[in-house]
């Protein structure tokens, strides 16, 4: 059974930089994808990147370049990191770390390619 569980949120004022964990286990397959997500309040969630067994990353066109997603090398964990850098109150939200599989080859950033879903991790910017 896959689970995903998210660490590292909190709150931090507008410019500072924060760093969220996702520890996965019961992924079983060698071809996988860990993406985040998040959804603010009254918002639908959205993607911000992702990332394959591989290590290679796409992120959302919005999201690039202040945020960062990389995974550990640990072979007994999965880890797969985010870090936020010049956070604004905007990217307040719940964030969620989610487990799916490629489609020809590719970790497509839409919810709907992800079955694993963790709790989420609230993060809140203030200004």
């Known amino acids: 059974q896959v689970q995903l569980v998210e660490s590292g949120g909190g709150s931090v004022q507008a410019g500072g930089s924060l760093g969220l964990s996702c520890t996965a286990s019961?992924?079983?397959?060698?071809?996988?994808?860990i993406a985040w997500f998040r959804q603010g309040p009254g918002r639908e969630r959205g993607a911000i990147a992702s990332?394959?067994?591989?290590?290679?990353?796409?992120?959302a066109d919005s999201m690039k370049g202040r945020f960062t997603i990389s995974k550990g090398n640990a072979k007994s964990t999965l880890n797969v990191y985010l870090q936020m850098s010049s956070l604004v109150p905007g990217d307040t939200a719940i964030y969620y770390c989610?487990?799916?599989?490629?489609?020809?080859?590719?970790?497509?950033?839409?919810?709907?390619?992800?079955?694993?879903w963790g709790q989420g991790t609230q993060v809140t910017v203030s200004s």
């Open positions: 019961g992924i079983t397959d060698s071809r996988y994808c």
């Open positions: 990332i394959d067994n591989g290590g290679r990353t796409k992120y």
């Open positions: 989610a487990a799916g599989k490629p489609l020809f080859g590719e970790c497509y950033l839409h919810r709907t390619r992800y079955n694993h």
